[in-house]
């Protein structure tokens, strides 16, 4: 009786742990086809502007001297992802692009590279997000307000965002253009404004203060974000800014004509270039 209980009892263990590992293989199932574990699938593609269009439909929220805004109209971007915080310089944000311009998309959450991968696809519903600058960056989030009562679209909640995004596809390189930065236009403030948000290449500059020892980003030299800002040329209108906490920031500053590569943001009229990871910057071709 008791080996006969005993057959019982593991038959009966099996069968659980069949039916356990089934439900494990349901849940741990590959989507399939554009299907994602990540946003929200019921979003359909309709209304549709280009970046260009919604940074018109709401200029006047895009100065310094004026609030952000929130967005009533029903529209839509459609954008792939060019920067995000794999490397640890852009930090609760990431970049998009649709060929007509750029923009920062803030979301209050770590390791969004997991599943927003660079030439990842998007469809944002814009709709009851805000759009505004930070230092006259254009951004998308929701508002913040600081000490001296200047409001800017900050980190929206993560749900927020996995409610208002739908991925497209599986994320493409080939669809990501690094445009040429023309360093001839560093004063052009209609080339900063039609470019800001952008992925691009500064080809054949060089870092000053780079002598064989000094590094991007050491926590000693750290202004305000907790970041360090280096000069290019010599200008005081092109800086690279690299956050201490990035992966690459103790790496020593390369000597010499070097290509940057990364995203072109704006801190009022200075040009930063926010580099995504150690291969963002190389010897000059």
Known sequence: MKTFKYI???????VMAM????C???DWNDPTGDTSPYGNNNLQETNVVTIAELKDMYSYALTEQTDTAKITEDIQIKVRVTGNDLGGNLYNQIAVDDGTGGLLICINRGGLWGYLAVGQ???????????????NQPQIGTPY????????????????WLEHVKLLGAP???????LEFDMSKLNDEKYMEENAGRLMIARGVTLPQANGKRTFAPENEAASGNAVNRSVNSSTKLVVRTSTYADFAGTVMPEGKVDLIGIFTRYRDTWQILMRQDGDFRTAE
Do not use: F, W
């Open 145 to 160: 307000t600081n000490k001296s009562g200047y409001t800017s679209p900050s980190r929206m909640n993560h749900t927020l």
């Open 24 to 26: 494990m293989d349901d």
């Open 8 to 14: 019982k009892l593991t038959l009966a263990a099996a």
């Open 172 to 178: 493409d390189l080939s669809k990501v253009d690094t």
């Open 121 to 135: 696809e998007l469809l944002v519903s814009l709709k009851d997000l805000y759009i505004g600058t930070y230092g």
């Open 19 to 22: 039916a356990a590992t089934s």
